[in-house]
């Protein structure tokens, strides 16, 4: 990817998470830690806003039309975790130079369950403390990259109902504000 292209990026992110005040002189002013706290900024900005303003009103509040994990077949929205998946996807389709995923502990899909050593440990972390991000570095597949956890907490009540009444979900207590997963966000180094 064109440097000049992620700097334009990464201070756009900036500018948005409110992380700066005036574009950097170049790539180098931006740190991975830098850009991946201004990506998660943005993505929990949007996956709060759907969660709350869309899926709960619509659904909880209004009660017009439901989310489901067959959305598709059903007719009804997709849920939060959907939406952030395939937004997920897109951005890899997209050729973006970082992936980021929302994994938990306790995955209603066991493929949305921490893989690596850095995913187990930072959902880990976040899990006990919702305030402190994990960072660290890791290899996978030969390449090195810098690793962001962030905790991902139940936002409105129609978080907790789904994962609470969802048929594969391990965990069955979840509360308003708790703890439900993490998003990892991956920039190459």
């Given amino acids: 990817m064109n440097p ?5 990026i990464g201070c756009t992110a ?3 998470a409110g992380a700066c005040h005036k574009p950097p002189s170049n790539a180098s002013d931006i740190t991975p830690q830098k850009m991946a706290d201004a990506l998660h900024a943005v993505m929990a900005a949007d996956r709060t806003i759907y969660t709350r303003s869309v899926v709960n009103r619509l659904q909880n509040e209004e009660k017009i039309i439901k989310a489901s994990e067959h959305w598709k077949d059903e007719k009804s929205l997709p849920l939060p975790a959907q939406m952030f998946r395939m937004g997920a996807e897109h951005v890899q389709q997209a050729g973006a130079d970082f992936s980021y995923a929302l994994l938990s502990m306790w995955a209603v899909n066991k493929k949305n369950g ?3 050593d850095a995913e187990k440990t930072g959902l880990q972390r976040v899990a006990e403390n919702s305030k402190a991000n994990y960072y ?16 991902d907490v139940a936002v409105s009540e129609a978080c907790v109902n789904c994962h609470n ?3 594969d979900s391990p965990k069955r207590d979840f509360k308003l504000n708790d703890v439900m997963g993490g998003v990892v966000i991956r920039i190459p180094l």
């Fill in 4 to 8: 000049r292209f992620l700097c334009l």
């Fill in 136 to 151: 660290t570095e890791e290899t996978l597949g030969g390449q090195r990259y810098f690793t962001a956890v962030y905790a």
């Fill in 114 to 116: 921490p893989k690596t």
């Fill in 165 to 167: 009444a969802h048929q």
């Fill in 14 to 16: 900036l500018l948005l």
